[in-house]
């Protein structure tokens, strides 16, 4: 019970940084970000950048494929153009995976303290550059709180077998990246949560780049829901992100442990091997689906109207 509530706890802290980011950087971004969306999307590789850039900016790629959709809906994006927009938000995800594997180095109680004194000026620049800094130190300190919790996962008894069943088969991360991402619908959550189960030796980089593969597809569940209610081509776009998502995991999947190797030899740190894998996923998913985009689109529209 010790072990649910403090978890709960750090995974609030997480989000709660998360939300302080998103709202510091959207600060920036928010007034261009329409405008910037619907004239930049006319072309693919237009709409991937697009996607890739206002995720890094907004640090949630389920944030912006909801305002995609929401953006469909009401009739500034056609679905043609999101699909790049889909693509580019898996990348731009992946800059979460990598601004956590500062936490050795970011100075989060220094951070934390500039971003508490910062909120209370009345300026709105400086307000939102508090935001910002405060939403990183809460997202470290949910970090150092999560690698705290190893010994009491050690003493679980479910869950120190389920991990080690991942050892003699990785693959069974998949199931868990899944099932963790849908329950707490964030990707990025779960990549903290694999991160400190992998900096303690609970998991290995396999099981963790499986897991990762997982939250892919889970993650899908945020956009499902969002598409409740919405305009035909709005459900088109959730559900060519979710298509997209199972179909290039299903692909990687079999070369689990090629994928591992390369990982390996991208970084000393366990967790900088996890992230930049993450990117190389990511990037490589983009590669080998662009060939099928056509024929993507033509189906899911003949399949829906």
């Not at 109680?109 to 500039?114: G, K, R, V």
């Not at 689906?289 to 003949?302: D, G, S, T």
Request: aromatic share 10%.
């Amino acid at each position: 019970m010790e072990l649910i509530s403090l978890l709960f706890v750090f995974i609030m802290l997480f989000f709660i940084g998360m939300r302080l980011l998103q709202t510091g950087m959207k600060f920036y971004a928010e007034s261009k970000l329409t405008n910037w969306i619907s004239s930049s999307t006319n072309h693919l590789f237009g709409s991937i950048m697009v996607g890739t850039i206002a995720t890094a900016i907004l640090q949630s790629s389920s944030v912006v494929l909801i305002i995609t959709i929401s953006m469909v809906t009401v009739g500034i994006l056609t679905f043609k153009q999101t699909i790049g927009i889909i693509l580019g938000a898996n990348i731009g995800t992946t800059i979460t995976g990598e601004l956590l594997t500062l936490g050795d180095v970011f100075p989060f109680h220094i951070s934390l303290f500039i971003g508490i004194v910062f909120v209370f000026i009345n300026q709105k620049n400086i307000f939102y550059i508090g935001c910002i800094l405060l939403g990183l130190g809460n997202i470290f300190i949910a970090m150092d709180g999560f690698q705290s919790l190893m010994p009491l996962i050690n003493d679980s008894f479910s869950l120190k077998y389920a991990f080690s069943t991942t050892h003699t088969f990785p693959e069974f991360g998949l199931l868990i990246g899944i099932i963790v991402s849908a329950i707490i619908q964030s990707s990025s959550a779960t990549f903290a949560l694999t991160a400190s189960l992998l900096h303690e030796g609970i998991i290995s980089l396999a099981a963790s780049i499986a897991i990762m593969l997982g939250s892919n597809i889970g993650t899908c569940v945020t956009t499902l829901i969002a598409s409740i209610r919405t305009s035909k081509q709005a459900k088109l776009v959730a559900i060519t992100h979710t298509i997209f998502n199972i179909f290039t995991v299903l692909i990687v999947v079999p070369f689990l442990s090629l994928v591992t190797s390369i990982g390996e030899q991208l970084a000393s740190n366990s967790v900088s091997q996890l992230a930049h894998a993450a990117v190389l996923f990511n990037i490589f998913s983009v590669i080998i689906v662009l060939p099928f985009i056509p024929f993507l689109e033509k189906h899911l529209r003949n399949r829906l109207y």
